[in-house]
Nanobody, 125 residues
Framework: VQLQAFGGGLVQAGGSLRLSCAAS????????MGWFRQTPGKEREFVAA????????YYADSVKGRFTISRDNAKNTMYLQMNSLKDEDTAVYFC???????????????????WGQGTLVTVSS
């Protein structure tokens, strides 16, 4: 699968932004999907993930209650709705896909075998 993340931009603190991740191919629904983010000099960190069947989602504590992950398997697209944005949310956001079945660690980067190119989110105070 090939992934392309878009929707990043400049937003004021307290504002909202929605990221999208478009996937190529016909098997999007078979992938466990996630969002990660990275700032210069730091490791890429987990943000959120969603199961194939959309019945379960996972969030980093830092975004819980503010971000919502979703997916539309018919459109081969995953979303990240980001509300109440803070300065510390500034980062390049990456979407990722995993074909691992069974028990997975959604926060572990090695779980994922395909990554998008990233989209920059800048939150200004």
């Amino acid at each position: 699968v090939q992934l392309q993340a878009f929707g990043g931009g400049l937003v004021q603190a307290g504002g909202s932004l929605r990221l999208s991740c478009a996937a190529s191919g016909r098997t999007f629904s078979s992938y466990f999907m996630g969002w990660f983010r990275q700032t210069p000099g730091k490791e890429r960190e987990f943000v959120a993930a969603i199961r194939r069947s959309v019945d379960s989602a996972y969030y980093a504590d830092s975004v819980k209650g503010r971000f919502t992950i979703s997916r539309d398997n018919a459109k081969n697209t995953m979303y990240l709705q980001m509300n109440s944005l803070k300065d510390e949310d500034t980062a390049v956001y990456f979407c990722a896909a995993s074909r691992v079945v069974g028990v997975v660690d959604p926060a572990e980067r090695s779980t994922y075998d395909a990554w998008g190119q990233g989209t920059l989110v800048t939150v200004s105070s």
